[in-house]
């Protein structure tokens, strides 16, 4: 168990992370910690992120009733309580403006496509929460239909929440929601988002528990189902993830059960075996198949 001290210096130093990386600007931005079973330990009211000491914290109760600091706790103080009050395995709570995720949050995009691996075995995806005044209660209500099945969210024409079983876990979530942000933003510009097929999908869910990543929800078996229950004002049960039908782009080897290698391209064209292709006439190729094409190629070249 990490001594009120250390969290303290913790709070600082993720501060100070988030503004370097222009996270947060001006006084934006709020981060808590639990401290023990029924106090937290949260950023004050109007501090600059980058620029804060480990006196300047407040200590409140679970009810937001502050029991030491000199300074008056987060404004949005409101939304972490309720994180908390949904979520007793979460510790540590993170808000910040970063700004590629956010612009998607103003878009009104959802980062729910499959496109990274790692995301989907981390985050899963990251939904909208619907716009709330910041500051107000509006904004945990929002915030509450999303927090039961995401660690991790944009908050409409707002920013990003993000949630961990530790200080620097939900750090870091944020950091990959900017970082997925910046490549959904990149892979949009050049015109082509090529997403990962639903078994993989579904074989990199699987991969979470090989990995001992605790996911607060699995990725949804019918998104258009569930997209229809939240859009009646039901509470998320599972994570929407957009992904195309069929097999192939498989990134990762089977890690249950260990059949034989896959074949390779060379030994599938001899075999005669067909490549797959998708219904857009696309080919289909693994990782490997790729990489013994460029192989060839690069030998035929020397
Ligand atoms: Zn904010």
Known sequence: MNTESQLRADIVEVGRRMYARGYTASNDGNISVRLGSDRLLMTPKSVCKGFMTPDMMCVTDLEGRKLQGDRDPSSEMLMHL??????????????????????????????????????????????????????TKELPEAVRKYIKAHDGMLLANHGALTSGGDLYAAYYK??????????????????????????????????????????????????????????????????????????GQRLVPDVIGSGPPLPTSSSRASAGVPQRSGTTGEIRLTYRELSDLIEDAVRSLR
């Open 82 to 135: 309720e994180v908390y009050r949904q979520r007793p395995d979460v510790q540590a709570v993170v808000h910040a403006h970063p700004p590629i995720a956010t612009g998607f949050a103003v878009a009104g995009i959802p980062l729910d496509r499959a496109v990274l691996a790692e995301v989907l075995t981390t985050l899963g995806s990251i939904p909208i929460a619907e716009y709330a005044t910041p500051s």
């Open 174 to 247: 944020m950091e990959t929601i900017e970082h997925f942000a910046k490549i959904s933003l990149v892979a949009r510009l050049l015109g082509r988002e090529n997403l990962i097929a639903r078994d993989e999908v579904d074989r990199l869910q699987g991969l979470r528990g090989s990995y001992g990543i605790k996911a607060p929800a699995p990725i949804c078996a019918d998104p258009s189902e569930a997209l229809a229950l939240l859009d009646a004002g039901n509470p998320a049960l599972c994570q929407v993830v957009q992904a195309p039908d069929g097999d």
